[in-house]
Every structure is written in structure tokens, then in C-alpha cells.
């Protein structure tokens, strides 16, 4: 069975657009997916960031929830702030989601130009916290509107960065099981060796071209570990056919190191 994740702030009543755009396909969804339905409180606070009504606007989600037919004998229908695992998990996806591709987010640009009062922190990141909302679960379906497709997409990407560190033998990551991890343990020479020996290609053929999956795993790398001046260096010789995998190896060795 997959599993459906979705959910609506409480900011007030549900409204047409809730109730056609969301709730209908909860309801329909719920007898034949494993369910979790949840009221994003804290999202709300967002852009409603009076205490006041916070408590009565939860209340006010759930009982319309119930009402338009959501079942929580067979969906599993919870409060955001609940569950401490979801800020938990918040925080640490937060370092994985970068200043320029959050402020680039269409939903972010709107509520900045609705509200220029209130440029809260929690804007910015909260395509983070809507990451860990589906992420905590797995949540194979997420029925949202289409305003909220971006958002989704940078969920996807928070989950395959914080998956993927990759390995040297030119293809997915690196682990343990894959057998070709970089170990925090391993001596200088023997660190040397095993960027040395990592796999790479004839070198690129046109200018600006796209490297290939083992050259795209190295450049990962680089990013972890060596200066930005150095890895521009690199990045302009990869695309002017000029680069030097051996000596790209070196610098990432010593950078490692
Ligand atoms: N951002 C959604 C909206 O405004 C609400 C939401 C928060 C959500 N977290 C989510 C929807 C996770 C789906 C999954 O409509």
C-alpha cells in the first residue's frame, strides 16, 4: 500500500478551495492508502504569528476535517506540532537546503511581497519543514495543489542531497555496504590511493559540456572539501577541455586530508 502524506494550515476556516483542491481527494484517498493527515500549525505561524487564535484554529481545521468525511479510524489524522521528530528532522535537512535555491522559491517571493513586514526566518526555510513533513513518513503520494509543486520539488531534492554522498567508484554513493567509502580513519597514503584509483573518463570531448556521473561524483567531492577558487579552477578547465583528471585527484586527496 503507498503512503499518502498531506496536510492544511491552520490559518481559519477551510474554504472552497481547500475543500475541492484537498479535502475531496483525502477522503477519496483514504480507504486505499496508508494514510497521515496532519494540520500544519506550525507552518501557520508563518504568516500568522498572533497566539491568540492558534489553539482555536486547530480545533477549527480538525472538526472540518472531520466533517467533509476524513475518518480517523482509517486515516491517521495528527497535529504538526505533536510530533517532535518533524522539527527534529527540520533542523537537520536545514543544512542541506541552500540560501540562493530558498529564496528563488516562487512561494516565498509572494509571501515576502504580502507581507514585507514580517521576512520571518521560518518563510524562508519553510519548504525545509514541508520536506520533513512528507520525508518523516516516506510518503509516496502528496496531493497538493499545484501552487505547492515547487515546494515539492524541493523536498525531492533535500532527500536524494542529505542520501547522497557519492563514492569513487563512479557511480550512486558512498557506503559502508558499497565498499567504497572514504574512512575518517584511513592513513594520508592510504586516502591517496583510493582517490587516485577513482574511476573517471577520457575527459571531455566539446566545450561546456556535462560531466558524466564518475567526473560529477568528484566534483561533489571537491565541493565538500577544497576552496571555492579551487574548484572554479578545476571547473573552468573541465570545460575548456583542458582538465587534468590526475591532477584534479591530487588537489581533492590533499584537500580530504
Ligand atoms: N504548504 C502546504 C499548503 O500551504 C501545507 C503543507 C505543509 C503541506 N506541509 C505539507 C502539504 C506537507 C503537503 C505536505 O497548502
Redesign the pocket.
Known sequence: METV?????STGNLHLGNYFG?VTNFVKMQHENKCFFFI?DY?SLTTHPTPENLHANVRKVLSEYLACGMDPEVATIYIQSDVPEIPELYLLLNMNAYLGELERTTTFKEKIRKQPENVNAGLLT?PV??AA??IIHKANK?P??K??EQ?LEMARHFARRFNKVPGLDGTGKMGKSEGNGLYLVDDEKTLRKKVMSAVTDAGPTAPNSEPAEPIANLFSLMELVSAPDTIQFFKEKYANCEIRYGDMKKQLATDIW
Open positions: 502524506l498531506s496536510g492544511i494550515r484537498a500544519a507552518h519553510y519543514l514541508m513533513d512528507i502528496v497538493v495543489g501552487d505547492q515546494n
